[in-house]
């Protein structure tokens, strides 16, 4: 089981930049980690993973380049990095987990809001 509590969310202006923190507790260092966002009348996307390593690392073609993607496996944390913010990147964004390997997302955060304007 593993529970995760997302932190650093809030309004930013185009351009700038922000960065979301996600505590885990539970069996963190089994599960590989993931940032989703979702906006309203959207499904909810995956933006960035990162393996159990830390060295195996995605990101969604409309971020790469803008966003990094971290995790501290002795704090229990996932970060992500959001720099050169644009408004298309308002939305919730939740932290994710799952058991290394598996395709499906199991854990979830309760999303924070991130608003860029323009």
């Known amino acids: 089981q593993v529970q995760l509590v997302e932190s650093g969310g809030g309004s930013v202006q185009a351009g700038g930049s922000l960065r979301l923190s996600c505590a885990a507790s539970g069996r963190f260092r089994n599960v590989a980690m993931g940032w989703c966002r979702q906006a309203p009348g959207e499904e909810r996307e995956l933006r960035a993973a990162i393996d159990l390593s830390g060295r195996n690392i995605y990101y969604a073609e409309s971020v790469k380049g803008r966003f990094t993607i971290s995790r501290n496996n002795v704090k229990n944390t996932v970060s992500l990095q959001m720099n050169n913010l644009k408004p298309e990147d308002t939305a919730v964004y939740y932290c994710?987990?799952?058991?290394?390997?598996?395709?499906?997302?199991?854990?979830w955060g309760q999303g924070i809001q991130v608003t860029v304007s323009s």
């Open positions: 994710a987990a799952k058991v290394s390997g598996d395709t499906t997302w199991t854990w």
